[in-house]
């Protein structure tokens, strides 16, 4: 397999990059932003006719919080779009003969029946605040299954939940609720704060998935021969943000008291994917949450020490 990962320096795509260099039999393609803009369809169509891969991954996207998505969304959906469109059409022109295309849970309507299913694509609105990001998302997944469906390739889609592990962003105002959090405790524990303050009122509940796992779920899905144009990547299971608050404070050995400030949003009350349609496919996750904290701790101590923490 000579297989390109797009977006190969982030969380995602490094992820992908530790996964598939132990495996016999695949030689990586990997270019950075500066060596390839992936906006650039010209460009693309030429490294695809030089290089000549014959698998892609699509893990680049310009990605950012609530703020960057709702103050940039002709950013945001231009350039995913611009994305999705050269990695896909080019792959297509240049005899790709496999590819897979990565989203998000943002692509799936707001108040869509939880858990979330496949088929509930395109049933009702988005959330406002990332709709540009994930119409760019559905437009990238509907180009696969188009491809695939017009000119028999085989160009498909997965969906992570929530993800953590190395190469996340710790920035103090744009991170994630668990890299927030680890930050946030590991701060406190260092500085003796007797008390750690907690958005929310710790009630809302989310699915988190080691990025390894997914890495190791879009190996299995590469492997399989009719893969379905779309499937939901996570564990199926659910923690609220108060055991997750918990969880992340032990990990870190932070004895000091947790304070919930009511007065600041939840958000989504829930948000879990369905699972069911990759369980029945044969792959499971298997990295318990606490374990998967523990050594994301272990790597965001490692990433600080070297200095190359994302803050
Ligand atoms: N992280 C999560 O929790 C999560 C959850 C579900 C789905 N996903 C999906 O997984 C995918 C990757 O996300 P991530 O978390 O790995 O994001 P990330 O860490 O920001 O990585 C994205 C990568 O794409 C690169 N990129 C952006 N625009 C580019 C361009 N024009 N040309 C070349 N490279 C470009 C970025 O380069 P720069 O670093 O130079 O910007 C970065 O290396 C996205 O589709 C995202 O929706 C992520």
């Known amino acids: 397999m000579k297989l390109f990962i797009a977006g190969h320096q982030g969380m995602v795509g490094a992820a992908l990059v530790r996964r598939f260099q132990r495996e016999p039999g695949v030689a990586l393609l990997l270019r950075s932003r500066q060596e390839l803009d992936l906006t650039d369809a010209a460009a693309v169509a030429a490294f695809y006719a030089a290089e000549k891969p014959d698998t892609v991954i699509v893990a680049a996207a310009k990605v950012g919080g609530i703020h960057a998505n709702s103050t940039y969304p002709a950013d945001f959906l231009f350039d995913n779009l611009a994305i999705a469109t050269s990695c896909i059409h080019g792959a297509y022109a240049a005899g790709v ?29 988005l959330e406002p605040t990332n709709e540009a990001y994930a119409i760019a998302k559905i437009a990238g997944l509907k180009l696969c299954e188009y491809y695939r469906r017009q000119h028999g390739v085989l160009f498909h889609a997965a969906m992570p939940t929530n993800l953590y592990g190395p190469g996340d962003n710790y920035h103090r105002q744009n991170s994630h ?13 260092t500085a003796g704060a007797p008390e750690v303050v ?19 779920a879009c190996g299995f899905l590469l ?24 969880l992340v404070g032990a990990v870190v050995g932070y004895t000091g008291r947790v304070v919930w400030d009511g007065t600041k949003p939840d958000g989504t009350p829930r948000k879990l994917m369905d699972v ?7 792959w499971q996750a298997k990295i318990a949450l606490r374990d ?18 994302r803050s």
């Open 177 to 189: 609720v668990l890299p927030a959090l680890i930050r946030k405790f590991h701060e406190a524990k």
């Open 97 to 125: 003969r496999r590819l897979l295309f990565l989203g998000s849970s943002c692509i799936y309507p707001k108040l869509a029946p939880q858990p979330l299913r496949e088929d509930c694509l395109l049933t009702g609105p």
């Open 223 to 246: 492997r399989l021969a009719a893969p379905p144009d779309l499937i939901n990547v996570g564990t199926g299971t659910e923690v609220t943000i108060r055991e997750l608050t918990e």
């Open 198 to 216: 907690a958005w929310g009122t710790g009630s809302p509940r989310r699915e988190f998935l080691h990025v390894d796992e997914l890495a190791d």
């Open 292 to 309: 998967g904290v523990a050594r994301t701790y272990r790597d965001f101590l490692a990433e600080l020490a070297a200095g190359t923490l």
């Open 276 to 282: 069911s349609r990759l369980t029945a496919l044969g």
